[in-house]
């Protein structure tokens, strides 16, 4: 289903992007003297906003399917009404629109928020999680997914990448013909030698600058803990991080592709940290605990 998904992303990008060219007069921004860095930036910042944007758009039923959750459409037992009426509760407190509530199969105490905006979003619950915490940790951790939705943090994270694709295909490109002048001796600058090196320039620009997305990934989680916090309060919510933390050990079964928008995301050293989506727990603790709550 992902593979599945991933392509038709990439066709809808593709007929997306061809389109505005058209209607831009961007036919290409190769020219026969070199590259015409005007429509390379049209042509990047297309291609790079297009990405995110088609991918925030079907961000619940990509969840749905990534997860397979289930949206809860008629609470069947207590606990689906509770957390129904919880989610309804803390939606209504921080002002957005109801979202969908689904539980999703998973050992992993967990939970996410997505959606393209903070009116149309879903708001999911692991199994697990459901069996091991208390009500006042739930509401917590609830809290801080709606926290995520109102603060608008799913529409800022596409921003965010969208620039950082339009900065990584430019900039890919120009290394391009700057190589095949420079070594393949290409007059034009985009000979065989500039779509190699174009490509590899894009996988290596794409790593370095996907850290500066996981940066921005890592301060919004301290503003979804306060969040948190505000909606149900400060203990529930702190207790929630340290049975998070608790439960490290048992295995992460979030698709990669969801991480960023999940409340627990097991610990990393290193270079590897520089690639979290969340910062450690025990910083998210001791941010909480000194955070001034209005």
Aim: proline share 3%; glycine share 8%; net charge positive.
């Amino acid at each position: 289903m992902r593979i599945l998904l991933f392509l038709a992303t990439n066709l809808a990008v593709i007929l997306v992007a061809g389109v505005t060219l058209q209607l831009l007069g961007v036919d290409s921004y190769l020219a026969q003297g070199g590259i015409q860095y005007q429509s390379l930036l049209i042509f990047a910042a297309v291609f790079g906003f297009a990405g995110s944007l088609v991918s925030l758009l079907i961000s619940k039923p990509m969840a749905k399917w990534s997860t397979r959750a289930k949206v809860i459409e008629n609470p069947r037992t207590a606990t689906e009404r509770w957390l129904v009426d919880t989610v309804r509760e803390l939606a209504r407190k921080a002002n957005i629109g109801m979202p969908d509530v689904a539980i999703f199969p998973a050992t992993q105490a967990n939970a996410f928020a997505t959606g393209w905006n903070r009116n149309q979003s879903l708001v999911a619950v692991s199994e697990g999680m459901l069996e091991r915490f208390s009500q006042e940790e739930i509401r917590a951790v609830l809290g801080h997914e709606i926290g995520h939705v109102a603060n608008g943090d799913m529409v800022t994270l596409a921003l965010i990448q969208g620039v950082v694709n339009t900065f990584v295909i430019f900039a890919s490109r120009i290394i391009g013909s700057v190589v095949d002048r420079a070594v393949f001796k290409s007059e034009s600058g985009h000979g065989p030698g500039f779509f190699i090196v174009s490509i590899v320039a894009q996988i290596v620009l794409g790593i370095l600058a996907s850290t500066i997305v996981f940066w921005f990934s890592r301060r919004r989680e301290f503003r979804a803990d306060i969040a948190g916090a505000q909606l149900a309060d400060r203990g529930s919510m702190i207790r929630a991080l340290k049975r998070l933390k608790a439960e490290s050990g048992i295995p992460d079964q979030m698709p990669d592709n969801l991480e960023a928008f999940a409340i627990n995301q097991g610990a990393r050293a290193g270079i590897r940290a520089m690639f979290m989506t969340h910062p450690p727990i025990e910083r998210r603790i001791a941010a909480l605990e000194s955070a001034t709550l209005a």
